[in-house]
């Protein structure tokens, strides 16, 4: 069993940054790839981001690359999501996710663990 904490969310003008921590329960966590989710009233759902078990493979949606950039500490049994020219399109509520495997995925359905979200709020 993994539990999730995310941390990290707030209110931000547009353009600027924040940083979400993700950190995890178990000690079977540095062998799982964790995901990045978000979802803004009422839509879907989305990927944005996921690192591999050893931080060596990262993957991100169209939508944030180049602006977001995930990493993870095993040591501190962390992932973090570090986000920068932030816009308004980014409000939503961000979830991390953990699945048994290591690969990255950007597939909500392959992650097995949830968190219970943090608000990222982005004003013009």
């Known amino acids: 069993q993994v539990q999730l904490v995310e941390s990290g969310g707030g209110l931000v003008q547009a353009g600027g940054s924040l940083r979400l921590s993700c950190v995890a329960s178990?000690?079977?966590?540095?062998?799982?790839?964790v995901g990045w989710f978000r979802q803004a009233p009422g839509k879907d759902r989305d990927f944005v981001a996921s690192?591999?078990?050893?931080?060596?493979?990262?993957y991100y949606a169209d939508s944030v690359k180049g602006r977001f950039t995930i990493s993870r500490d095993n040591a501190k049994n962390t992932v973090y999501l570090q986000m920068n020219s932030l816009k308004p399109e980014d409000t939503a509520v961000y979830y991390c996710?953990?699945?048994?495997?290591?690969?990255?995925?950007?597939?909500?359905?392959?992650?097995?663990?949830w968190g219970k979200g943090t608000q990222v709020t982005v004003y013009s």
């Open positions: 690192i591999n078990w050893s931080g060596g493979s990262t």
């Open positions: 178990g000690r079977t966590f540095s062998m799982y790839a």
């Open positions: 996710a953990v699945r048994r495997g290591s690969r990255v995925s950007g597939t909500p359905s392959e992650y097995d663990y």
